[in-house]
């Protein structure tokens, strides 16, 4: 049976979470772990995938490191004190998760008596973390991310090792509490090239993959908009490699070798297309994705809000009774 989750597979789409919602913002979701738990066990009660992921945002930690961060709903993340010199890298706190993010390790307790199936914890990478850092919220162009990157390497590089090191350690204390796969979301990596990649950020990669096996729990990598760097990510020491809907699996595995297994990627907003043609793309993805062993179903993003819990039960389902036949592609439920 292929094994089945989905990013941001709690939220907007269910009406118990929106319910939830109009008690709590997001930030205030993650301070409280008996409603962090509960939203986090939504999908698994509703849709029976086959893994939970914590629900947090990637921003939770920067604020205990002494950003002063926000989520503004329909935009993102907020920074009212962006990163512009070596002494606002240098007033970042080191991450001590116990003392600093006590809520959230609570939330994590809570779901390893709960759950059945593997909880992934997750954390941003250095990337797409120090875009919001530096740029002040979402950019389009990370002008002046780039700009630090390629005028100031040295504040980029102490920004890089900051994150880094609080990753390492934010990872290995929700492994510790009972999380048993790690998923890093690189959401905008796919702004640079590959040659930028390989010189600023892919040793910052190596460095975070390479600690966390020391832990032995399997480690996902995402990001969006990267087919052009999945050859330089099979080089990483990661156990998975997400690809977004804009690469076909069989290109990504030839791109990405036999080594690592591969997690993705229907396109988000076919959910909201009739079931004829979510069936029939699902279908193709599963006949890419299991053209060799090591296959997680996913989306190539995160849900979209609305939509309807019931379409996603049914994409669950029609993945968990999908067979492949043979080497030609064809396959029956």
């Not at 962006?82 to 390790?105: C, G, N, V």
């Not at 990157?149 to 880094?164: E, F, I, N, R, V």
């Not at 934010?170 to 702004?191: C, L, R, S």
């Amino acid at each position: 049976m292929v094994p089945v989750w989905y990013m941001r597979q709690a939220g907007r789409y269910q009406p118990e979470y929106r319910k939830i919602r109009e008690s709590y913002s997001l930030m205030e979701i993650c301070e409280h772990p008996d409603v962090c738990a509960e939203v986090t066990l939504l999908p698994i009660k509703q849709l029976n995938v086959d893994a939970a992921i914590l629900f947090s945002d990637i921003t939770i930690p920067l604020k205990a490191m002494g950003v002063d961060v926000d989520i503004k709903g329909g935009y993102g993340p907020v920074i009212a004190n962006p990163i512009q010199s070596m002494e606002d890298i240098a007033r970042l706190h080191p991450l001590s998760p116990q003392e600093d993010l006590p809520k959230t390790m609570e939330t994590i307790r809570i779901l390893n008596r709960e759950l059945k199936v593997p909880l992934i914890g997750f954390a941003g990478a250095p990337f797409t973390l120090a875009s919001y850092m530096i740029e002040g919220g979402p950019s389009k162009n990370y002008l002046k991310t780039k700009q630090m990157m390629y005028s100031h390497p040295d504040m980029w590089k102490a920004l890089m090792d900051k994150l880094s090191d609080m990753i390492l350690v934010y990872m290995k204390a929700q492994v510790a509490e009972g999380a048993q796969a790690i998923q890093i979301f690189d959401t905008w990596i796919g702004g640079l090239s590959p040659s930028d990649y390989r010189s600023y950020v892919f040793p910052t990669m190596q460095k975070i993959f390479q600690g966390l096996q020391e832990i032995g729990a399997p480690t996902i990598y995402f990001g969006i908009n990267t087919g052009e760097l999945l050859s330089i990510w099979a080089e990483l020491p990661v156990s998975v490699i997400g690809v977004d809907w804009r690469v076909p699996l069989s290109s990504a595995r030839k791109r990405v070798g036999s080594g690592h297994a591969l997690q993705g990627n229907l396109d988000p907003a076919l959910l909201f297309a009739p079931w004829d043609v979510i069936e029939r793309e699902a279908t193709r993805v599963l006949d890419q994705g299991t053209q060799q062993a090591g296959y997680i179903f996913n989306l190539g993003w995160g849900v979209l809000p609305d939509g309807q819990a019931s379409t996603r039960q049914r994409l669950t389902e029609f993945v968990h009774s999908y067979r492949r036949e043979g080497a030609g592609g064809e396959s029956h439920r």
